[in-house]
């Protein structure tokens, strides 16, 4: 587990193999002294899903200046240009048509009393408010475009044989559409990011007991026990941020 303070934020972040993988895919970035944190989930297969997962936290972790519209701007510019490296990659090298080197993102940005969101895939950010819990992003995910468009059910739309299928992620395709959200933060604010194979196993209320505890290492570390009572057939990542 990784715990980082700045004068401002505390976060504490963590990924695990869970009970089933062979390797982890996922990969998270804390960065509390420049209001940064990530976290990504790679596809594609063991070699490929773990290296589009390190590229995003490697082209993210690299400091950038100004405020937070001009990171903002920066964040997206990095991650436009990683998906078109990795689209490139993917023509020169793959033996197979149905070679995929790609990875969720969500990301938080924050500056003073501001924080955006960013992200592509079903990775999630939550926000703890006012003993509330509320899911920021919105998945890009089969599941939730039945919800969306078919009026299906969460529950039929669940049971749908791809029903994880992702519509958007870093490297899936050439053109990369992010979704972005930006919000006030107020005294108390606790985020949550985490990756599908955490939340998954997880119900809302777990997730917001756990966030309304008094410290980020407290939370993440209940967190992580929970998700590894249970199945824990992915890997998981999660990212705790509190003022």
């Given at each position: 587990m990784q715990e980082?303070?700045?004068s401002l934020w505390r976060s504490a972040a963590r990924t695990d193999t869970g009970k089933v993988r062979a390797r982890n895919e996922d990969a998270f970035l804390a960065l509390p002294e420049q209001g940064l944190w990530v976290v990504a989930d790679g596809m594609g297969g063991h070699q490929n899903g773990a290296l589009a997962s390190r590229?995003?936290?490697?082209?993210?972790?690299?400091?950038?200046?100004?405020?937070?519209?001009q990171r903002l701007v920066e964040l997206r510019k990095r991650l436009h240009g990683l998906n078109r490296r990795l689209g490139?990659?993917?023509?020169?090298?793959?033996?197979?048509?149905?070679?995929?080197?790609?990875?969720?993102?969500?990301?938080?940005?924050?500056?003073?009393?501001?924080?955006?969101?960013?992200?592509?895939?079903d990775s999630r950010c939550?926000?703890?408010?006012?003993?509330?819990?509320y899911q920021l992003s919105r998945d890009h995910s089969l599941r939730q475009q039945l919800i969306?468009?078919?009026?299906?059910?969460p529950e039929q739309a669940a049971r749908h044989p791809s029903a994880h299928a992702l519509t958007r992620a870093i490297g899936a395709s050439e053109e990369l559409q992010l979704d972005i959200l930006e919000l006030d933060v107020l005294p108390g604010d606790a985020f949550l990011l985490c990756s599908d194979g955490l939340y998954q196993g997880l119900?809302?209320?777990?997730?917001?007991?756990?966030?309304?505890?008094?410290?980020?290492?407290?939370?993440l570390q209940r967190l992580f026990e929970q998700a590894l009572d249970g199945p824990a057939r992915d890997n998981l990542s999660a990212v705790v941020i509190r003022r």
């Open positions: 980082i303070a700045s590229l995003i936290v490697e082209y993210l972790a690299e400091p950038s200046e100004g405020n937070l519209q490139q990659e993917l023509t020169v090298t793959a033996e197979r048509p149905d070679t995929l080197i790609g990875s969720t993102v969500v990301a938080l940005l924050v500056d003073g009393d501001r924080a955006a969101c960013v992200w592509a895939g939550y926000l703890w408010r006012g003993s509330r819990l969306d468009e078919q009026q299906y059910s119900s809302s209320d777990a997730l917001g007991a756990a966030l309304n505890l008094p410290s980020a290492h407290f939370a």
